[in-house]
């Protein structure tokens, strides 16, 4: 398997409150009130800019999560934060996640595309389809719709925005003072969508944006998961532990992808990786292990057990996981989440309380914790190997834990000839080496894809 | 009726494109893409900055009006651009309009609650049930459902946007590293809301925003819209074209909220005016006739038309308005704008072309030409009369419109003694000098009313 035709690896910064560890929050370094402080966002985006990160994302759910003892809670609304984001960065991508369970398409394909015109092109779309009744229960249904029907939705959910963002041809607005003629009526058109689950009229009430659309990056590695990926995805961010399972991710989803008539180079692989970073390997487990003690283990295993559909007694901390555990089939949820975790416990054989520092730390993604050198050496590894085409970078803290990586492992990544020294672009399509999608309607309208004014 | 606790009259923005006249486009001045660069209304929102002005407002709507051929068509997405706007502004209030008919209240209440998060407490959602078939067919309808229905849903939309924004108490947040206890979590709660247009179990997932909750406008002056606003707003916009009509409105208003046990002080009476502004009145009327000149009318007809529920032929330009068009009560669209456009042509018996140069210039509000003295005379007797508690002021022409306001009429109103000259508060509560609400939750949770840390 090839690499892509990008030059170099794609490294997006996964952004979140304090950090990606946990119990960041409360070390002496951070604001518990980060998360609510669009400066402190920009701050980051900032410092992945100078470093010519590809990109910044944020998760998200339209749900509160769990017990708020536990952590920083509560989210900006993802393309708010975005939109302020883009305000004070001029280059760096900005990628949100909004479910397809819980938007209508009009409004959503809407509001990206405002998204990619105010931040010249720099817009990303993580679709997810929200697991979990809890959200379901902010949206009028008593329990989340099952597994393979969101994933139909979400389906016919991007086929319809799609159509919404190509319902302008690309030179439909003229702007035509002299005759007093703005634009040509015949160059846009209805879409005149009706499906299973949408019906929607169109056109949408902007013009194609920067990007044509924004990039769409998608998330989940359940079977349906990946058939959406292999459909639709133009960048996959993908949680895997070893590297023999990311070679396997990679090779299947490249496959998936050329199956169904697409370039596997326009699919991008990043998993996520938790680096640790300290200036010696003693140094950097100092790190982890300051940031372990500070976890409190009932809130954990409360999490854990929400996510195993288990009781928090089943989980006794100095035990492990209990053996008959429901297999990934019957899980309506977040079934990758769930199976990763369950195959990290049986594979190092852990017990709950040294799977809770695991969990705890990155959200079940590949912890590296060691100098700038042996972390360079990580990425290498792995996108030497074909098992990646860039890296999703998840900060155990922030802002140092970025600052850590963007000044001491990009230069060391720049050096081996592996990263940009600049961009060379201004749009995220052109950072991922993605090329701006033609009008779907051009066929039909042989005029839509002249050069725009 | 006497004025409102606020010391000044308000004064808020209303921006659009290259501004209110349907043909300012076409000036040698504007840019017919203006409507689409976010740098445009940011330059627009720091002129009304610099005049203290109150706020600046979006008006929207989820769908493309009319033929793309007449003027610049297509708009951002409006808390996208509110955004942007407060990243690049200080004091500003920001109001954009937003549907109750075609959101959902998780997300929409959601997405207002970071815009005034992120703007320090200057947000404000102008709330409209969206008239007209074409934006349902945006969202799998038919048809726009009844008149009564929208604005039924719009009242239970706002309780359950209410009871989500309360649903932390101001305290609830903690921030406890010595502990480990980043919230209360008996400080948050479920709203449950079972209705019958919504369930929303709740809570948001954001704490109480710095204004408690947006500043909420209503525009519409139906029967069911004063209704609405009555109950609910703390700002209306409206059209009225004469003082007498304006004064029964005020009182008319002002009264209903007595009514429903609220203080007549707690909602701003706002009427449109669409100042044409010269140096001298000549200069003044020139501008108004050259842009006039420059409307289409074939455009500008077929818009009427569909206003009146009648044919384009049906409305001959040198011709009064047919003698049957329905009444209100028949009307199920925008019932007061299709009022007020009738009356006007009626009670001035003008012809269709006299009528297109009224509504063109400023879509039925009341325009104003002169020089700036006679702008804050038009202002000031109209204030001093009771009929207003301030205006929306509309611009025909954008940036140019808006500079001559505010360099030219604001002082002789901050002379006058009937504006500031400096920003007392940073919220747009403050500016309109509005309360921050009291917790709905308060009187169950003795605690929740706590000073915020």
Same mark, same amino acid.
């Given at each position: 398997?090839?690499?892509?035709?990008?030059?170099?690896?794609?490294l997006?910064?996964?952004?979140?409150?304090?950090?990606?560890?946990?119990a960041?929050?409360?070390?002496?370094?951070?604001?518990p009130?980060?998360?609510?402080?669009?400066?402190?966002?920009?701050?980051?985006?900032?410092?992945?800019?100078r470093?010519?990160?590809?990109?910044?994302?944020f998760?998200?759910s339209?749900v509160?999560?769990?017990?708020?003892?536990?952590?920083?809670?509560?989210?900006l /609304?993802?393309?708010?934060?975005?939109?302020?984001?883009?305000?004070?960065?001029?280059?760096?991508?900005? *990628?949100?996640?909004?479910?397809?369970?819980?938007?209508?398409?009009?409004?959503?394909a809407?509001?990206?595309?405002? *998204?990619?015109v105010?931040?010249?092109?720099r817009?990303?779309?993580?679709?997810?389809?929200?697991?979990?009744?809890?959200a379901?229960g902010?949206?009028?249904?008593?329990?989340?719709?099952?597994?393979?029907?969101?994933?139909?939705?979400?389906?016919?959910?991007?086929e319809?925005?799609?159509?919404?963002w190509?319902?302008?041809?690309?030179?439909a607005?003229?702007g035509?003072?002299?005759?007093?003629?703005?634009?040509?009526?015949?160059?846009?058109?209805?879409?005149?969508? *009706?499906?299973?689950h949408f019906?929607?009229?169109?056109?949408?009430?902007l013009?194609?944006?920067?990007q044509?659309?924004?990039?769409i990056?998608?998330?989940?590695?359940?079977?349906?998961?990946?058939?959406?990926?292999?459909r639709?995805?133009?960048?996959?961010f993908?949680?895997?532990?070893?590297?023999?399972?990311a070679?396997a991710?990679?090779?299947d989803?490249?496959?998936?992808?050329?199956?169904?008539?697409?370039?596997?180079?326009?699919?991008?692989?990043?998993?996520?990786?938790?680096?640790?970073?300290?200036?010696?390997?003693?140094?950097?487990?100092?790190?982890?292990?300051?940031?372990? /003690?500070l976890?409190r283990?009932?809130?954990?295993?409360?999490?854990?057990?929400?996510?195993?559909? *288990?009781r928090?007694?089943?989980?006794?901390?100095d035990?492990?996981?209990?053996?008959d555990?429901?297999?990934?089939?019957e899980?309506?949820?977040?079934?990758?989440?769930?199976?990763?975790?369950?195959?990290?416990?049986?594979? /190092?054989?852990?017990?709950?309380? /040294?799977?809770?520092?695991r969990?705890?730390?990155?959200?079940?993604?590949?912890?590296?914790?060691?100098?700038?050198?042996q972390?360079?050496?990580a990425?290498t590894?792995?996108?030497?190997?074909?098992?990646?085409?860039?890296?999703?970078?998840?900060?155990?803290?922030?802002?140092?834990?970025?600052?850590?990586?963007?000044?001491?492992?990009?230069?060391l990544?720049?050096?081996?000839?592996?990263?940009?020294?600049?961009?060379?672009?201004?749009?995220?399509?052109?950072?991922?080496?993605?090329?701006?999608?033609?009008?779907?309607?051009?066929?039909?309208?042989?005029?839509?894809?002249?050069?725009?004014?």
């Amino acid at each position: 398997m090839t690499h892509s035709t990008q030059k170099h690896l794609i490294l997006n910064a996964f952004l979140m409150s304090t950090g990606h560890h946990e119990a960041s929050w409360r070390l002496p370094e951070s604001d518990p009130f980060a998360h609510l402080d669009v400066a402190h966002f920009q701050r980051l985006a900032q410092i992945a800019e100078r470093g010519r990160l590809d990109s910044v994302f944020f998760a998200d759910s339209p749900v509160l999560w769990g017990d708020i003892g536990r952590r920083p809670s509560g989210a900006l /609304e993802p393309t708010v934060l975005l939109t302020a984001i883009a305000m004070a960065t001029q280059r760096i991508g900005l *990628v949100a996640t909004a479910s397809t369970t819980y938007n209508d398409p009009f409004n959503l394909a809407r509001r990206f595309a405002s *998204v990619d015109v105010v931040s010249g092109g720099r817009a990303g779309w993580n679709v997810v389809t929200t697991a979990g009744p809890d959200a379901a229960g902010n949206f009028g249904l008593d329990d989340q719709p099952a597994h393979s029907e969101r994933y139909e939705r979400a389906a016919e959910f991007l086929e319809v925005a799609y159509r919404l963002w190509d319902s302008w041809d690309d030179d439909a607005p003229l702007g035509d003072k002299a005759s007093g003629v703005w634009g040509d009526q015949a160059r846009i058109r209805a879409i005149d969508h *009706v499906g299973r689950h949408f019906r929607v009229r169109g056109p949408l009430n902007l013009p194609r944006s920067p990007q044509g659309r924004p990039v769409i990056v998608q998330a989940g590695s359940s079977e349906d998961g990946k058939i959406l990926a292999s459909r639709h995805a133009e960048a996959v961010f993908t949680a895997q532990q070893t590297l023999d399972d990311a070679l396997a991710f990679y090779r299947d989803l490249k496959l998936r992808t050329a199956a169904m008539g697409r370039d596997p180079d326009s699919i991008k692989i990043l998993p996520g990786i938790v680096p640790v970073i300290g200036g010696t390997e003693e140094e950097a487990q100092r790190l982890e292990r300051d940031l372990d /003690e500070l976890i409190r283990p009932e809130y954990a295993v409360a999490q854990l057990a929400r996510t195993l559909k *288990v009781r928090p007694e089943d989980l006794p901390l100095d035990a492990q996981l209990p053996a008959d555990l429901p297999d990934e089939d019957e899980i309506e949820g977040a079934k990758s989440r769930y199976t990763l975790i369950l195959a990290l416990a049986r594979r /190092e054989h852990l017990t709950v309380r /040294e799977l809770l520092g695991r969990v705890g730390g990155g959200r079940g993604h590949r912890t590296f914790i060691g100098t700038p050198e042996q972390v360079a050496d990580a990425i290498t590894e792995w996108y030497a190997a074909g098992a990646a085409d860039g890296f999703n970078i998840m900060p155990a803290v922030l802002p140092s834990g970025l600052e850590a990586f963007v000044d001491h492992v990009v230069p060391l990544l720049v050096r081996r000839g592996l990263f940009r020294d600049e961009y060379t672009g201004t749009t995220l399509r052109e950072h991922y080496g993605l090329e701006r999608p033609t009008n779907l309607y051009a066929t039909t309208h042989p005029t839509s894809e002249r050069t725009p004014a």
